[in-house]
């Protein structure tokens, strides 16, 4: 069964290429336009990874990882930040937060999935 | 008019100057940079809709070519160049996604712009405002310490400014960021 994975930006053209690139692996995508919306979806359906950006409005990164870390059905499930940042100090409060890795933008497709294969299959 | 009138009055017109300046140019900075976002916007939305269109149809004709090797044997030159040509295509395709992320970060820096010159423009409007208390008619000792207030508040509000301006994108080029798991 395919896998799903939410990809939580604020911006558009950001959103296609992640969507583009996860499935062409053979990922299904959920996407979200902020944290609020990401967390919204998260709670409709379980997915199996969560990408989020850091820096949107309504919600940032960190504050949805808090709050998925907050649910119980997503104690486990891997969530990888996907942002500009690149600051120790953001690694630290991402990691803290409870991700369990940090890509820096912009991203490399083969990279990108390479990571994603890894992390969930 | 005694110099000390002039002196205040002096003052207060160029306090009002620069604000009244600043804030048209900035304005026009503010209108021409909200402007080039939106035209990245548009530009980055054709550029994507040329690639996928591109890609669909790399993709339909790769099917087709597949069909045809099927009637080729193994050992073929021609499918050993065919494969090569495959990883080509795949390798542009992946520097091209990285290429078409360029509007994102450039968004945020042309938005952290556009904010700051928002701010600049408040800090010049206040300076107008506080400019306007200052007597025409002061002594010097007033004026002065009317005007060290007024730098004291600029520096406030400058300070202020920049905490709210975090830097978000240091990225000086479009080469794939690091990756890093906890």
């Known amino acids: ?121 | 008019m005694t110099t000390k009138k002039m002196l205040g009055s002096q003052v207060k017109r160029l306090l009002s100057g620069v604000s009244d300046h600043g804030r048209q140019h900035l304005l026009e900075v503010e209108t021409d940079l909200v402007q080039t976002a939106f035209l990245l916007g548009e530009a980055v939305e054709k550029l994507g809709s040329s690639f996928f269109a591109l890609h669909n149809a790399v993709s339909a004709q790769q099917r087709e070519v597949d069909i045809l090797l099927a009637e080729f044997k193994d050992g073929d030159p021609k499918m050993a160049r065919l494969r090569v040509l495959r990883d080509e295509i795949a390798q542009h395709t992946n520097e091209a996604v990285t290429g078409l992320q360029f509007q994102d970060l450039t968004s945020q820096l042309l938005a952290r712009t556009v904010q700051r010159i928002i701010g600049l423009r408040n800090v010049l409007s206040e300076l107008a405002v506080e400019g306007n208390e200052l007597p025409v008619e002061g002594q010097e000792d007033e004026i002065v310490t009317m005007l060290n207030d007024i730098n004291k508040n600029l520096n406030t509000q400058s300070s202020g400014l920049k905490d709210l301006l975090r830097k978000a994108v240091h990225q000086k080029d479009m080469d794939s960021g690091e990756i890093e798991m906890f």
Do not use: C, H
């Open chain 1, 1 to 121: 069964m395919e896998k799903t994975i939410l990809a939580v930006d604020d911006s558009g053209s950001l959103r296609q290429m992640l969507s583009f690139s996860l499935k062409a692996a053979g990922y299904q995508v959920i996407e979200a336009v902020d944290g609020q919306d990401g967390l919204d979806k998260a709670r409709a359906q379980v997915v199996d990874l969560v990408l989020t950006d850091q820096n949107m409005p309504r919600m940032d990164g960190l504050s949805l990882i808090k709050a998925l870390r907050a649910m119980p059905s997503y104690q486990k499930v891997p969530i990888l930040m996907l942002t500009t940042e690149s600051g120790d100090e953001m690694k630290s409060r991402g990691r803290a937060a409870g991700a369990n890795g940090w890509l820096v933008k912009p991203f490399d497709p083969q990279k990108l999935t390479e990571v994603v294969k890894k992390v969930i299959g």
